[in-house]
């Protein structure tokens, strides 16, 4: 392993937030979301015109089952996801969670996509796998390299295996531009390969071209 890095999960980037709506089978739309401060403001006060105590631009989606999904943009480069439903049921929160959980993944998976899209620009054969906790990128001719991406709540941790030298920052760099805040803090384990001069063929096409 070359590195470790943690941080914290963010909402950066909305045509990647579309293509996860669409990773769930979700049409997306984009409109203006309003949050009311309670149910009568929300239920009464907003028929007669009342636009709620904050107005955010969202993305949106709606399961089958009428669950709403809205991805508020709070400020720029920053989103926050929303979810609810017109009639409360019995065991609706527990559905929440797993939309939440479910929209997180997807929203992480469009990330995976990217970054293979940049290996294989190079050339370089690559795949992605999940894994119980995440996602695994597999590249190189035999699929010998490795960038592990595993996410517990808000915390994101992506290992990089195999690969010698500096290379590892920048075939990172894709994953933590889309799932982390600029603001974020990234802390970063260092392992002994990162100082290696590599000589690998795939690893300096891969240098050349990132």
């Given at each position: 392993?070359?590195?470790?890095?943690?941080?914290?999960?963010?909402?950066?980037?909305?045509?990647?937030?579309?293509?996860?709506?669409?990773k769930?089978?979700?049409?997306?739309t984009?409109?203006?979301?309003s949050?009311?401060?309670?149910?009568?403001?929300?239920k009464?006060?907003?028929?007669?015109?009342?636009?709620?105590?904050?107005?955010?631009?969202?993305v949106c989606?709606?399961?089958?089952?009428?669950?709403?999904?809205?991805?508020?943009?709070?400020?720029?480069?920053?989103?926050?996801?929303?979810?609810?439903?017109?009639?409360?049921?019995?065991?609706?929160?527990?559905?929440m969670?797993?939309?939440?959980l479910?929209?997180?993944k997807?929203?992480?998976?469009?990330?995976?996509?990217?970054?293979?899209k940049?290996?294989?620009?190079?050339?370089?054969?690559?795949?992605?796998?999940e894994?119980?906790?995440?996602?695994?990128i597999?590249?190189?001719?035999?699929?010998?390299?490795?960038?592990?991406?595993?996410?517990?709540?808000?915390?994101?941790?992506?290992?990089?295996?195999?690969?010698?030298?500096?290379?590892c920052?920048?075939?990172?760099e894709?994953?933590?531009?889309?799932?982390?805040?600029?603001?974020?803090?990234?802390?970063t384990?260092?392992?002994?390969?990162?100082?290696?001069?590599?000589?690998?063929?795939?690893?300096?096409?891969?240098?050349a071209?990132?």
């Open positions: 392993m070359s590195h470790c890095t943690k941080f914290e999960f963010s909402y950066v980037d909305e045509e990647a937030i579309a293509k996860a709506f669409g769930m089978g979700l049409v997306p984009t409109g203006l979301v949050v009311f401060a309670s149910d009568f403001s929300k009464v006060l907003s028929k007669i015109g009342y636009m709620g105590k904050q107005q955010f631009r969202a989606g709606q399961t089958a089952d009428k669950f709403n999904l809205f991805v508020c943009r709070i400020e720029e480069g920053s989103y926050k996801l929303l979810i609810e439903r017109e009639a409360v049921s019995v065991g609706d929160e527990a559905i969670a797993d939309l939440a479910s929209f997180q997807a929203y992480i998976s469009v990330a995976i996509d990217e970054t293979i940049r290996i294989e620009a190079s050339g370089v054969p690559a795949s992605m796998k894994t119980p906790q995440g996602f695994e597999e590249f190189g001719p035999s699929h010998e390299y490795s960038i592990y991406v595993t996410f517990t709540g808000d915390e994101i941790t992506e290992e990089v295996r195999g690969v010698k030298g500096d290379i920052t920048k075939l990172t894709e994953l933590e531009s889309l799932l982390s805040s600029p603001a974020a803090e990234l802390v384990e260092w392992k002994p390969e990162y100082t290696v001069v590599h000589e690998e063929q795939t690893l300096q096409i891969l240098s071209n990132f």
